[in-house]
């Protein structure tokens, strides 16, 4: 794993697409996983291997990956999804693991 | 219901020791590689260790490596870390969570200073 890039912020409106990008050298060969973190809790899973959703997160939460890119998509903004947002991605054994700084989206 | 609790936090000097503990619950341990990850307030993730399932692999990040170990008692269903020669920069949340991420702890408060 190589170190992982994302922007320190993201805003939009209501209702607006938000889109975060974390970036690495690594990630054409690695999967990348997303969390979101509120205030006071612990980091939760929306987006795992890339593009897979777990159960229970709204299908507005996707994720893809073009080359040394990964982009977290939320479509149809709420208010709820105002939070930190981290990308991670680990080795082929699973044991090592990286994450990017974090995004703070902030919903106008 | 998956639960994973970390015990064992709390204020401690520099230079002395801590042993996190982490009980799991819920599902099979030892089917998951598992992960310590802190938090300094109001800063981001850092990974801080990993161990395969069998504890044949373990792993840490530089800003621990030689006074951080991580081990597991699968019997117990329980994870560790023992802290070493603790530093301020030590002082953060720290959370265990399983492989692929889909499950984490609540975290536990290490605050070092004198």
């Known amino acids: 794993s190589s170190e992982l890039t994302q922007p320190p912020s993201v805003s939009v409106s209501p209702g607006q697409t938000a889109r975060i990008t974390c970036s690495g050298d690594?990630?054409?060969?690695?999967?990348a996983y997303w969390y979101q973190q509120k205030p006071g809790q612990a980091p939760m899973l929306v987006i795992y291997?890339?593009?897979e959703r777990p159960s229970g997160i709204p299908e507005r939460f996707s994720g893809s990956s073009s080359g040394t890119i990964v982009t977290l998509t939320i479509n149809g903004v709420q208010a709820e999804d105002e939070a930190d947002y981290y990308c991670?991605?680990?080795?082929?054994?699973?044991?090592?693991?990286?994450f990017g700084g974090g995004t703070k989206l902030t919903v106008l | 219901e998956v639960q994973l609790v970390e015990s064992g936090g709390g204020l401690v000097q520099p230079g002395r020791s801590l042993r996190l503990s982490c009980a799991a619950s819920g599902f099979t341990f030892d089917d998951y590689a598992m992960h310590w990850v802190r938090q300094a307030p109001g800063k981001g993730l850092e990974w801080v260790s990993g161990i395969s399932w069998n504890s044949d692999s373990t792993i840490y990040a530089d800003s621990v490596k030689g006074r951080f170990t991580i081990s597991r008692d699968n019997a117990k269903n329980s994870l560790y870390l023992q802290m070493n020669s603790l530093r301020a920069e030590d002082t953060a949340f720290y959370y265990c969570?399983?492989?692929?991420?889909?499950?984490w702890g609540q975290g536990t408060l290490v605050t070092v200073s004198s």
């Open positions: 969570a399983t492989q692929g991420g889909d499950y």
């Open positions: 291997r890339d593009t």
């Open positions: 991670q991605s680990a080795d082929s054994s699973g044991t090592y693991w990286v």
């Open positions: 690594g990630l054409p060969n690695l999967y």
